[in-house]
């Protein structure tokens, strides 16, 4: 769904870091390289930290999986 959302709306940004961060969780490093680099193009001082500590996950642990999905997938820390 990720992807399919990406070929409609390219600069829906919450759904490119979802999608790269699912891809990398997967192991599909390129994929979600491709992504991070339209993520950077729209957003070029994202970083993973800060933003991910105002997420509204119930589970820390869950926060902290995907903010590490991201930077796995290639977006800086």
Request: zero cysteines; a positive charge.
């Given at each position: 769904?990720?992807?399919?959302?990406?070929e409609r709306n390219p600069n829906?940004?919450?759904?490119?870091r979802m999608t790269a961060a699912a891809l990398a969780g997967l192991g599909r490093r390129g994929e979600a390289r491709d992504i991070v680099e339209h993520v950077i193009r729209l957003e070029p001082g994202f970083t993973v930290r800060p933003w991910i500590q105002m997420q509204a996950f119930r589970d820390p642990e869950r926060r902290e999986r995907y903010g590490q999905h991201l930077?796995?997938?290639?977006?800086?820390p």
């Amino acid at each position: 769904y990720g992807l399919s959302s990406f070929e409609r709306n390219p600069n829906l940004v919450s759904n490119l870091r979802m999608t790269a961060a699912a891809l990398a969780g997967l192991g599909r490093r390129g994929e979600a390289r491709d992504i991070v680099e339209h993520v950077i193009r729209l957003e070029p001082g994202f970083t993973v930290r800060p933003w991910i500590q105002m997420q509204a996950f119930r589970d820390p642990e869950r926060r902290e999986r995907y903010g590490q999905h991201l930077i796995t997938a290639g977006l800086p820390p």
